[in-house]
């Protein structure tokens, strides 16, 4: 058997079904669909081709970098980009046609000072997540700047927007605070003078439960990658995971009882059994904190990780199962091999899914299945 001995396996049909599940759900809102951090580690070009095939009406990243790539490598459309410290390539993210976020008077002032022509450009409020965005009195001064720069021709606003901070907990009061503050900073934007074509406030957790903040778009990421952005969150739409991780078995051998397996010895067996050898470790963004709390799938069956996860492999109680090197072990994906998802891996390692598909890369090959690509 050849192939990669360890491999992120992509499928863009279930990821261009997933856009086409949220975008249905979701009406008449656009869709943007973000790709930001190498599209949550699926590989943002064939993932931004495939999400513009499918029909998301933007993207968005979070870095003027991201998006200045993103162009080189052919990508056109509508596309946002939303973080930057002073000295980000505004111009030459200006000139390749992307949008920027002004989130205070001093970024406005930074990005118009040495925009190469008049830029399109977007305002971010800060409605409660303390994050990025112009909080209060500086929202204020921001709509007032913009508004002097728009009417002396210098810039096109386009929109304005905020970010949720726990919409993944649709009770939690802060929701329908952030929607409120919201409103009003859009009402003082038209005040201003700014008409503030389009409006957002949404994110995966949001769109899928929250239909009041849906205004003009939504921006979707994890859910567009199939991992839900919490454990039991109600909502109709059946989303597929997008990323498989797995391993061939490296080595296979039988050890007797009392074998302390892989460092610190966390683990001692208590009976003969099989540990299977798989090349796949924390240099390829598998958690060290998974160590002895997670299951893999072999052969359509859940069998347990064993002993401290390392640097470029980790073990698995194989038990008295027959197994071969070379044997397909899959850690996380949508279940077909009896894997968990990305999302239990989240769970046992006390973190969230974002992160478990993420950080995955290293040495890890990406394979891509279905799609344009
Ligand atoms: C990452 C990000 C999103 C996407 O969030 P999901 O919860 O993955 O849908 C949307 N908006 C902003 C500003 C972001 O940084």
């Not at 951090?37 to 009406?57: E, I, K, L, M, N």
């Not at 000072?113 to 209060?136: E, I, Y």
């Not at 239909?211 to 989303?239: K, M, N």
Request: with cysteine.
């Amino acid at each position: 058997m050849t192939g990669p001995q360890a491999e992120a396996v992509i499928d863009l049909d279930a990821y261009a079904a997933n856009v086409a599940a949220l975008r249905a759900h979701v009406g008449d809102a656009q869709v943007m669909t973000v790709v930001k951090a190498d599209a949550y580690g699926h590989g943002s070009v064939p993932v931004a081709r495939t999400a513009r095939a499918a029909g998301a009406d933007w993207l968005g990243v979070a870095t003027v970098d991201e998006a200045v790539a993103l162009r080189a490598s052919g990508d056109v459309g509508p596309l946002l980009c939303w973080l930057a410290a002073p000295g980000a390539a505004f111009a030459a993210a200006i000139d390749a046609d992307v949008e920027l976020t002004a989130s205070s008077v001093a970024q406005l002032e930074e990005i118009l000072a040495v925009a190469p022509r008049r830029p399109r450009l977007q305002l971010k409020v800060d409605t409660g997540l303390s994050r990025n965005g112009a909080l209060g009195a500086e929202w204020s001064r921001l709509v007032e700047a913009a508004a002097v720069a728009q009417s002396a021709g210098r810039v096109e606003i386009t929109g304005v927007w905020s970010h949720f901070a726990c919409a993944d907990e649709p009770q939690h009061p802060a929701n329908d605070r952030q929607e409120a503050v919201f409103r009003a900073a859009v009402d003082e934007a038209r005040a201003a003078g700014i008409e503030p074509g389009l409006r957002h406030l949404s994110n995966s957790p949001a769109a899928l439960t929250r239909p009041s903040a849906r205004f003009d778009l939504v921006r979707l990421g994890i859910a567009t990658y199939g991992v839900p952005p919490a454990r039991d969150l109600d909502h109709p739409v059946e989303l597929r995971p997008v990323m498989t991780l797995r391993g061939r078995l490296a080595a296979v051998k039988r050890v007797p009882a009392g074998s302390g397996i892989s460092y610190g010895h966390t683990v001692v067996t208590d009976r003969d059994t099989t540990i299977g050898l798989v090349p796949l470790g924390y240099g390829e963004g598998v958690p060290v904190a998974a160590s002895n709390r997670v299951s893999v799938g072999f052969a359509g069956e859940q069998v347990p990780q064993v002993g401290r996860v390392c640097m470029d492999q980790l073990m698995i109680d194989l038990g008295d199962r027959p197994a071969r090197v070379g044997d397909v072990v899959t850690l996380f994906g949508p279940g077909d091999d009896g894997e968990p998802s990305a999302l239990d891996w989240a769970d046992a390692c006390g973190t969230i899914g974002y992160e478990i598909v993420t950080r995955i890369g290293g040495r890890v090959v990406r394979s891509y299945v279905g799609g344009q690509s």
